[in-house]
């Protein structure tokens, strides 16, 4: 967990000289509008307001108005300075001239109230929570932002929720709750406005966790849960979201858990927990989606449309398809035989792939295919798949941002399983996203994961778009025996699982991205390297939007945080942990996402994350290309990290002045690095021979070798 941030001296002295002008908020709210104040406090907030965050301190709570401070996580402590100002009742400080954050991770509790008191213009701006109230309203919370009534028996009172936060879409909690929010206001109406579904707990027993998924299997799972009282387990089930099936077990426990058995492969159930305590009161869960076992091959394929450096082969080279990652959509269309539902930020037709899914429709297939607004207009209008099956996704507003998504969806719902796909990751279907921007594309032969993805598409396709969508997709798989997550932004809260991965990365790190926003995921890379001390590489294509978490990391990774600056687009966004460490869990992450605001709270975007080795490993074949082109070096000299197969390798004289001879059992291709990682010279051996390095400067270097048996490297000096 993140606690402290350690700050330079200078920052340090800046934040306590603001200190020294900063007064309470307390003080602060009974200034007059227009009066600058400097006030400290913590953040009950972050991104799911969108831009406005609410700080307090032990006297009050106040909002804060600016772009500026779109960054600040919930429990960041900052000092801001700026202009008291309101906005339809509610008092804010805006056109901030200065703000500092220092310290992280110190969320303050909720303070309990009943209605009465909290609905107060002395609890405006603060975290209050109200206890044994109830929703008037029943049915779904609106995929947008809207007013709701509580009642405490006697009065009734405003909720806002927020479209930005995870609540929207789900369904509204019947029977007695307990309800956290941030007290706002509008045009003289206090509104308690909760963050997420965390906020809305239950009167009876409390969920101490999500329910977890565990022994996925074809025909059964298991679901299980903790309350914080002993209670009796009740789990509802079914193949929607009406559920319809239920089980049962009157023991008084704090454990719960039930193996449900009989399920269809491959398929989508959902499931809701309920627990009664001694009392008769009723604590129960959100209906969550989870997914069977598909009987599909369960086949993962990894491509890259640049070279990549096999020398991290585990027990695939990663497939580089020079100029035929459109051939590769285009074979998977062709061998559609039901369905194909595809939705893409941008498409044209200078590879054929738009031919390929008019010929698919022209045969039969059910196409339909939904692209972002802005799409290349010539490439939409040659899409010829029957009237009504083509749409854009809504043009971008202050509540939205773009489709953003590349995934493509192959007979989902075919009786035969092996004939289901999805097609996904970072590449667009144009011309230069195919053939010349740095992309991978990800497909997996599994009908859970199809039909998962499909969800997603038919949300869409039935109009909701962004926060209008609902977290109502499985998120756990099992896909020819390896782990897999998935999650769509931004109903999913996608941010928190690129952080798992990154706090679960034990020895290295490595990540690509084309930009970055996001301040916390900086913070987190960095406080692996120092608590961890893990080996960590990356590349980012933009530093104008990317420089401040660039700023973060850069100075802890010893030159290796990267700028691409190449005349392609470095178009990926993902992330490699642990890939040379069998025993520390190697993953993979990748799909549309970039580390942005907008991809986390306002885009429509998709992520996987691939428990798996070799996956991880073909990553790495092609992390270790791409930075070598930035100017990196070679990963094997500055990692130090690795378990790739040692060949027999012997070299004299060392120290050497003129010749290196070289001893291995059979031919092998070597190159020789200076200490920097520059490449100095490289050649082949068909058996023992000498290596002339009469002509490099005397220095230390390191002679890298290999064969198709494995790798070998030796450090050798040169004297003069």
């Keep these: 967990m993140r606690t402290f941030l350690l700050i330079p001296f200078s920052l340090l002295f800046g934040c306590l000289n603001l200190y020294s002008q900063s007064i309470s908020i307390s003080e602060a709210r009974s200034k007059a509008l227009g009066t600058v104040v400097t006030v400290s406090g913590i953040a009950s907030n972050g991104a799911e307001f969108?831009?406005?965050?609410?700080?307090?301190?032990?006297?009050?709570?106040i909002a804060i108005y600016d772009n500026a401070l779109t960054d600040i996580e919930r429990g960041d402590s900052v000092i801001v300075t700026g202009e008291l100002t309101e906005f339809n009742g509610l008092l804010e400080i805006s056109n901030v001239s200065s703000w500092q954050r220092f310290a992280l991770g110190k969320e303050m509790a909720p303070i309990d109230l009943i209605p009465a008191d909290a609905y107060q213009e002395s609890r405006e701006g603060q975290l209050v929570?109200?206890?044994?109230?109830?929703?008037?309203?029943?049915?779904?919370?609106?995929?947008?932002?809207?007013?709701?009534?509580?009642?405490?028996?006697?009065?009734?009172?405003?909720?806002?929720?927020?479209?930005?936060?995870?609540?929207?879409?789900?369904?509204?909690?019947?029977?007695?709750?307990?309800?956290?929010?941030?007290?706002?206001?509008?045009?003289?109406?206090?509104?308690?406005?909760?963050?997420?579904?965390?906020?809305?707990?239950?009167?009876?027993?409390?969920?101490?966790?999500?329910?977890?998924?565990?022994?996925?299997?074809?025909?059964?799972?298991?679901?299980?849960?903790?309350?914080?009282?002993?209670s009796t387990s009740i789990l509802r089930y079914g193949p929607t979201p009406a559920l319809g099936s239920e089980v049962s077990d009157t023991a008084m426990r704090t454990a719960h858990s039930f193996k449900l058995s009989g399920l269809n492969h491959g398929s989508v159930y959902y499931v809701q927990g309920l627990s009664i305590d001694a009392n008769g009161d009723t604590g129960k869960s959100n209906v969550v989606a989870m997914a069977t076992r598909s009987i599909s091959p369960g086949n993962i394929y990894v491509y890259f449309n640049n070279p990549v450096d096999t020398t991290y082969k585990l027990n695939t080279p990663a497939h580089f398809v020079n100029k035929a990652l459109a051939d590769t959509v285009i074979a998977y269309i062709d061998r559609a035989k039901e369905s194909i539902d595809i939705a893409i930020y941008n498409i044209d037709n200078k590879n054929g792939i738009v031919t390929a899914l008019n010929n698919a429709y022209a045969r039969g297939v059910n196409v339909r295919l939904i692209a972002g607004e802005g799409v290349n207009s010539s490439g939409y209008g040659q899409i010829n798949i029957g009237v009504g099956n083509k749409k854009k996704a809504p043009p971008s507003s202050p509540n939205y941002g773009i489709m953003h998504h590349k995934f493509l969806v192959i007979d989902a719902e075919a009786t035969v399983p092996?004939?289901?796909?999805?097609?996904?990751?970072?590449?667009?279907?144009?011309?230069?996203?195919?053939?010349?921007?740095?992309?991978?594309?990800?497909?997996?032969?599994?009908?859970?994961?199809?039909?998962?993805?499909?969800?997603?598409?038919?949300?869409?396709?039935?109009?909701?778009?962004?926060?209008?969508?609902?977290?109502?997709?499985?998120?756990?798989?099992?896909?020819?025996?390896?782990?897999?997550?998935?999650?769509?932004?931004?109903?999913?809260?996608?941010?928190?699982?690129?952080?798992?991965?990154?706090?679960?990365?034990?020895?290295e790190f490595y990540f690509i991205l084309l930009i970055w926003t996001r301040y916390g995921l900086a913070y987190d890379i960095r406080d692996q390297i120092q608590n961890e001390n893990i080996f960590a590489a990356g590349i980012v294509e933009d530093t104008s939007s990317s420089s401040f978490p660039f700023n973060i990391v850069a100075p802890e990774m010893n030159g290796r945080m990267l700028v691409d600056n190449k005349s392609w687009i470095m178009h990926h966004k993902y992330a490699i942990s642990d890939p040379q460490f069998a025993?520390?869990?190697?993953?993979?992450?990748?799909?549309?996402?970039?580390?942005?605001?907008?991809?986390?709270?306002?885009?429509?975007?998709?992520?996987?994350?691939i428990h798996d080795q070799d996956i991880a490993r073909q990553f790495l074949q092609e992390?270790?290309?791409?930075?070598?082109?930035?100017?990196?070096?070679?990963?094997?000299?500055?990692?130090?990290?690795?378990?790739?197969?040692?060949?027999?390798?012997?070299?004299?004289?060392?120290?050497?002045?003129?010749?290196?001879?070289?001893?291995?059992?059979?031919?092998?291709?070597?190159?020789?690095?200076?200490?920097?990682?520059?490449?100095?010279?490289?050649?082949?051996?068909?058996?023992?021979?000498?290596?002339?390095?009469?002509?490099?400067?005397?220095?230390?270097?390191?002679?890298?070798?290999?064969?198709?048996?494995?790798?070998?490297?030796?450090?050798?000096?040169?004297v003069r």
Excluded: C
């Excluded at 032969?445 to 997603?456: C, G, L, P, V, Y």
């Excluded at 109903?491 to 991965?501: A, C, F, L, Y």
């Excluded at 023992?688 to 030796?714: D, H, M, R, W």
């Design 129 to 230: 929570r109200v206890k044994n109230v109830t929703f008037v309203q029943s049915g779904n919370f609106s995929g947008s932002s809207a007013n709701y009534s509580i009642s405490d028996g006697s009065s009734n009172y405003q909720v806002r929720i927020l479209g930005t936060t995870d609540i929207a879409g789900t369904p509204i909690p019947s029977g007695k709750i307990s309800l956290t929010g941030v007290m706002g206001e509008y045009r003289s109406n206090y509104q308690l406005q909760p963050r997420s579904l965390q906020d809305i707990g239950t009167v009876g027993p409390q969920f101490l966790s999500i329910l977890q998924q565990s022994d996925i299997q074809p025909f059964s799972f298991t679901v299980s849960w903790t309350t914080d009282v002993p």
């Design 418 to 507: 092996a004939d289901a796909y999805v097609i996904t990751g970072a590449t667009n279907f144009t011309d230069n996203q195919i053939n010349r921007d740095p992309n991978n594309m990800v497909i997996f032969q599994d009908q859970a994961m199809a039909r998962s993805f499909a969800i997603e598409f038919e949300e869409m396709w039935g109009g909701k778009f962004g926060a209008d969508k609902a977290d109502n997709t499985p998120h756990q798989f099992v896909v020819g025996g390896r782990e897999v997550e998935l999650y769509f932004s931004p109903s999913d809260n996608t941010e928190e699982h690129i952080k798992k991965v990154i706090r679960a990365s034990d020895e």
């Design 623 to 718: 992390f270790s290309a791409r930075f070598k082109e930035a100017g990196g070096g070679d990963l094997l000299i500055v990692s130090g990290v690795g378990e790739l197969p040692r060949i027999n390798l012997r070299i004299f004289p060392n120290p050497v002045s003129t010749a290196l001879f070289v001893e291995s059992s059979g031919p092998l291709l070597y190159r020789i690095y200076n200490m920097s990682g520059r490449l100095m010279g490289s050649g082949t051996l068909n058996g023992p021979g000498q290596i002339e390095v009469s002509a490099f400067p005397a220095g230390l270097y390191f002679l890298k070798a290999e064969n198709e048996k494995g790798t070998a490297g030796i450090q050798f000096m040169i």
């Design 50 to 61: 969108g831009v406005i965050r609410f700080i307090q301190d032990p006297t009050g709570g």
């Design 583 to 609: 025993d520390k869990e190697p993953m993979l992450l990748t799909g549309s996402h970039n580390w942005t605001t907008s991809a986390n709270v306002r885009n429509d975007e998709n992520t996987v994350i």
